[in-house]
């Protein structure tokens, strides 16, 4: 089952502009992270944010979490045309352990030249 | 360093047939994970061995999924006899198995049934 859901489900964007994508999800965490995929591609990680840290940077990422409102958002700043990919946010939730993954449904980001 | 790789990438087959798919994870990684993932969605978590041990099969079909990873290295997942709604894309992963280690996933491999 999924449990984080991303918004939007598609986002458009032109080069040189910031994309931000929300996630929410439902049960307690551990941990947040979020991934990319490349079109027929696997699955790279970006980012992991953990439950007591709010936001948390990595390059032109900047990812927020508020455990409060059970959500997160992956800022990209500055796009590029390599950025297209969807983004997937993906919580190890309390009650299944750490090391079980779930993972929302995605945001297909496009990155127009 | 070589990341995670799997056989074959792509996949046809009819109804009722079996299929293999084959997982060699990164060197000295002990946790190893199968996903499926449907279109259009993430993916979810079949099964994850930690060395040769299956300590999470609680997604894996088990009437017609089976899985194996003889001596904790590579691993093969196998569908017996598939049907039309195993159409998706499975993903291997693999990490050093500590709660906040990076999942390392292969490119996947696309399974259509006819």
């Known amino acids: 089952s999924q449990q984080g859901e991303e918004d939007p489900q598609a986002l458009s964007i032109q080069e040189g502009e910031n994309a931000t994508m929300n996630c929410s999800y439902k049960t307690s965490i551990n941990n947040l992270q979020w991934y990319r995929q490349n079109s027929g591609r696997g699955l790279v990680h970006l980012i992991l944010i953990r439950s007591n840290e709010r936001e948390k940077h990595s390059g032109r990422l900047r990812v927020t979490l508020d455990t409060s409102k059970k959500s997160s958002s992956l800022l990209i700043t500055a796009s590029r045309a390599a950025d297209t990919a969807s983004y997937f946010c993906a919580t190890d939730d309390t009650g299944a352990g750490s090391y079980q993954l779930t993972f929302g449904k995605g945001t297909k980001l496009s990155v127009i030249p | 360093e070589a990341g995670v790789v799997q056989s074959p990438r792509y996949k046809i087959i009819e109804k009722k047939q079996p299929v293999a798919f084959w997982c060699n994870p990164i060197?000295?990684?002990?946790?190893l994970y199968w996903y499926r993932q449907n279109l259009g969605q993430g993916p979810e978590l079949l099964i994850r061995?930690?060395?040769?041990?299956?300590?999470?099969d609680s997604q894996l079909p088990k009437d017609r999924f089976s899985a194996e990873r003889l001596k904790g290295v590579d691993s093969t997942l196998k569908i017996q006899p598939a049907e039309l709604g195993d159409s998706a894309v499975y993903l291997c992963?693999?990490?050093?198995?500590?709660?906040?280690?990076?999942?390392?996933f292969g490119p996947g491999t696309r399974l259509t049934v006819l």
């Open positions: 061995y930690e060395n040769e041990e299956a300590v999470d």
């Open positions: 992963a693999s990490s050093l198995g500590r709660p906040t280690d990076t999942q390392y």
């Open positions: 060197s000295g990684h002990n946790t």
